[in-house]
């Protein structure tokens, strides 16, 4: 499961499993990335960490046995486009130049002012492999890497906790886009990721067979130990909070509520408790393992190659429930 990728404008390598777990502050946490980078998964980091909570992190980092510098190539510090944004994002890489990833994330890529802050980090640090979005199209991921974009993060509304597509009425179909911004990436050596949309195992299996090189997942990382949110207790049973970052929630949390001039385009719910998080991934990558043996493809690079799709009214037989008794 394991890919080896040289990135379009970066001279970094990178090996590993290419799933990612998502930047929301509930679950691009500093302890996913600790239990993840373990089978070599990557966490983007959420953005609302400061530069004093990196300095800690490496220390722990140093005084594990477990852990090395080289974990540092499993995460990636993310941003937004605002100028806050941008001396937050130089004052920790000063700090931290091992370092190799960035996450530019914003809800709509579509904008002059989010090409020009790509151009603007690009000139700024030519050896980090910069990862933008997030768009839908053939025509914007094709821009995003002429500007210097190595990964075009594709995906919008499909997330378990967005309501964007419910509020404006923007969207595009998950698989379609992959598809679609994967050959267009490919076309110019670059790289896609597909954020959003898995919700079981199987899903991350249609996305590589898809085409795409990297799977970001938030609701799939929810509700573990090494998840943020807050702890809630319901008549015994227990539950972790997990939001969109547009949600009322994060914006009250972080920016001090909504903006007069927009609305929320995410929600809050109660994820159950679901332990550490080692049981969820090793659940994805027994499925991904099957997924490639059924189709024939002994490395997950091929799975593309070897996989076709055919449209369905119904996947599963639900006769008995959704789910199982535990």
């Keep these: ?14 090996k590993g ?10 679950t691009g946490t500093f302890q996913m990335a600790e239990a993840v980078y373990k089978h070599k998964i990557f966490t983007c980091i959420h953005k609302y960490y400061t530069l004093v909570d990196w300095v800690a992190f490496a220390e722990v980092v140093n005084s594990k046995s477990d852990l090395d510098d080289s974990i540092f190539n499993y995460v990636a510090v993310s941003s937004g486009s605002k100028d806050s944004d941008l001396e937050n994002l130089q004052s920790i890489l000063s700090h931290m130049p091992q370092i190799n990833f960035i996450c530019l994330d914003v809800a709509n890529g579509y904008t002059e002012h989010f090409v020009s802050f790509v151009v603007r980090v690009r000139l700024l640090y030519p050896d980090k492999v910069i990862i933008a979005g997030s768009v839908v199209t053939r025509e914007m991921t094709e821009e995003l890497l002429i ?9 919008i509304g499909p997330g378990s906790v967005c309501t964007t597509r419910k509020k404006t009425g923007v969207g595009y179909p998950q698989l379609s886009a992959i598809i679609e911004c994967a050959d ?13 949309g898995c919700s079981v195992p ?24 090494e998840s943020g949110g807050k702890n ?15 949600s009322s929630t994060a914006m009250e949390k972080h920016s001090g509520g909504v903006a007069t001039y927009r609305t929320s385009e995410g929600k809050r719910v109660l994820i159950p408790y679901k332990g550490s998080v080692v049981n969820t991934i090793l659940d994805i990558l027994g499925g991904l393992r099957s997924t490639c043996t059924y189709v024939g493809s002994d490395k ?4 593309s190659k070897r996989t076709t799709f055919i449209r369905v009214t119904q996947q599963l037989n639900e006769v ?7």
């Design 184 to 196: 267009a990436a490919h076309g110019l050596n670059g790289h896609i990721l597909c954020d959003g």
């Design 232 to 246: 809630v207790e319901i008549d015994g049973k227990y539950f972790k909070e997990f939001y969109g970052m547009s």
């Design 300 to 303: 997950l690079k091929h799975l």
């Design 147 to 155: 500007k210097g974009a190595d990964i075009i993060k594709v995906g």
């Design 17 to 26: 499993v290419p799933i990612m777990v998502a930047n929301m502050d509930t």
């Design 320 to 326: 008995y429930g959704s789910s199982e008794v535990n």
């Design 1 to 14: 499961l394991e890919r080896e990728f040289t990135f379009k404008h970066s001279s970094v390598k990178w």
């Design 202 to 225: 199987g899903d991350f299996g249609k996305a590589f067979g898809g085409g795409s090189d990297f799977i970001m997942s938030g609701g799939m990382f929810s509700g573990h130990t």
